[in-house]
C-alpha cells in the first residue's frame, strides 16, 4: 500500500507542474486541466522515495517540489520503475494501469542541466487511465495486480502482452485498408493476449526500427507482431528494421512459419521475415495478407507460450 503525496498539473506545456492537491482523473485522458493529457502517456507517476534520494545526491543544489519532475502523481511506497508494465493501481475510483517506463529526459531540462542528472527517464512511468474519478492528497495507493500468471488469474489480465505494428506505405496514405494488422489483434485477443500499441506506419527502415525500439524499451510487451514488408520490393525494410533492433536472433521461428507456409502455397519461399528478441520482448515478422496472417498465426500460437514464458523467466527451458 502506498499514499499520495501531491496531485500535480501544468496548464500550458513547457511549464512546471504544480500541486492543486485534488483533480478529477478522466477516464483514457488524464488528469482534467493538464496540458498533457490526452497524450499515450496519460498520466505519470513517480515514487517519493526516489525524490528523496536524489535530494540527497543532490545536496541542495535545486529546490524540488512536488511536480519538479513532471510527474503527475507522487507517490510513496512504490519502486514504480520494479512494476512490470501493465500492473494496475486503484486510488480511490480510479483505476490506473502502467503502460510505460520511463521516458527520453528533455535537453533543456532545468534539473539536468544544474546537476547532470533527471530521474524521470529511469524512475518515472506512465499509465493510462481505465476507469477515472477524484483523487487528493493523503489518499491511499493500492497495487491491485502485477503481470504474473497468479496475478493475471486473479484480476482477469490475459496472460501475456502484445503489440502489432503493420508497415505499409498505401495504407499509411489512406489507399488501402489495413486489414492484417487488425487481423493479428483480433486473433491475439481471442487467444487470449492484451493488445498494447497498435501502429501504422510507411515502408521506412529507419522510422519502422526507431518504433520498435520505443515498444520494446519503454512498453515492454512480450511480443510484437509485425505485418507487411518481408517481401522483394525496395521499400520493404522490415527485416532490415527488426535486425537492426535486435540483441539476439530467433531464427527457428521464421523458419518454422515459412516451412509451414510453403505446405500452402510455393510463394512462402520468397518470405525475408526474421524474429528477433530485444531485452524481454520478442519480435515477429508476419506477412502482409489477413489470410496469411491468420494462417501463421493458427501454426504459432500454440507454442509460442511455452517460449514468452522462458523470455519472462517463468517458465524451464
Known amino acids: 500500500m502506498g499514499k499520495l503525496l501531491a496531485v500535480c498539473i501544468s496548464e500550458k506545456k513547457g511549464t512546471v507542474k504544480k500541486n492543486i492537491g485534488t483533480c478529477r482523473i478522466l477516464e483514457d485522458y488524464g488528469l482534467e486541466g493538464d496540458a498533457h493529457a490526452g497524450s499515450s502517456r496519460q498520466v505519470s507517476l513517480l515514487s517519493a522515495e526516489q525524490v528523496e534520494a536524489f535530494r540527497e545526491r543532490s545536496k541542495g543544489v535545486v529546490e524540488l517540489p512536488p511536480g519538479i519532475f513532471g510527474e503527475n502523481l507522487l507517490i510513496e511506497g512504490f519502486d514504480f520503475k520494479n512494476c512490470p508494465v501493465g500492473t494496475r493501481f486503484r486510488i480511490g475510483d480510479v483505476l490506473l494501469e502502467l503502460t510505460q517506463i520511463g521516458k527520453k529526459c528533455h535537453t533543456g531540462c532545468e534539473i539536468m542541466q544544474r546537476t547532470g542528472e533527471c ?12 476507469t ?5 492528497v493523503g489518499d491511499e495507493v493500492l497495487c491491485i495486480s502485477g503481470d504474473t500468471p497468479e496475478a493475471a488469474a486473479e484480476s482477469g489480465h490475459t496472460l501475456f502482452r502484445a503489440a502489432v505494428l503493420t508497415a505499409s506505405d498505401r495504407s499509411f496514405r489512406g489507399e488501402r485498408e489495413d486489414k492484417s494488422g487488425p487481423k493479428i489483434a483480433e486473433l491475439l485477443t481471442a487467444a487470449g493476449y492484451r493488445i498494447g500499441t497498435r501502429l501504422l506506419l510507411p515502408d521506412d527502415e529507419d522510422g519502422l526500427a526507431e518504433a520498435l525500439i520505443r515498444i520494446s524499451d519503454e512498453e515492454q510487451p512480450d511480443v510484437i507482431f509485425t505485418t507487411g514488408g518481408t517481401g522483394f520490393s525496395p521499400r520493404d525494410r522490415m527485416p532490415e528494421a527488426t535486425k537492426r533492433v535486435a540483441e539476439r536472433d530467433v531464427p527457428g521461428i521464421a523458419e518454422g512459419i515459412r516451412a509451414y507456409s510453403l505446405t500452402i502455397t510455393p510463394r512462402a519461399m520468397l518470405s525475408r521475415a526474421v524474429s528477433v528478441i530485444r531485452g524481454k520482448t520478442l519480435i515477429v515478422n508476419l506477412p502482409g495478407s489477413p489470410k496469411a496472417v491468420a494462417e501463421c498465426l493458427d501454426y504459432l500460437l500454440p507454442v509460442l507460450e511455452h517460449g514468452l514464458g522462458i523470455l519472462r523467466g517463468e517458465a524451464d527451458g
Open 119 to 130: 530521474i524521470m527517464p529511469r524512475e518515472g512511468v506512465f499509465a493510462k487511465v481505465l
Open 132 to 136: 477515472g474519478g477524484t483523487v487528493n
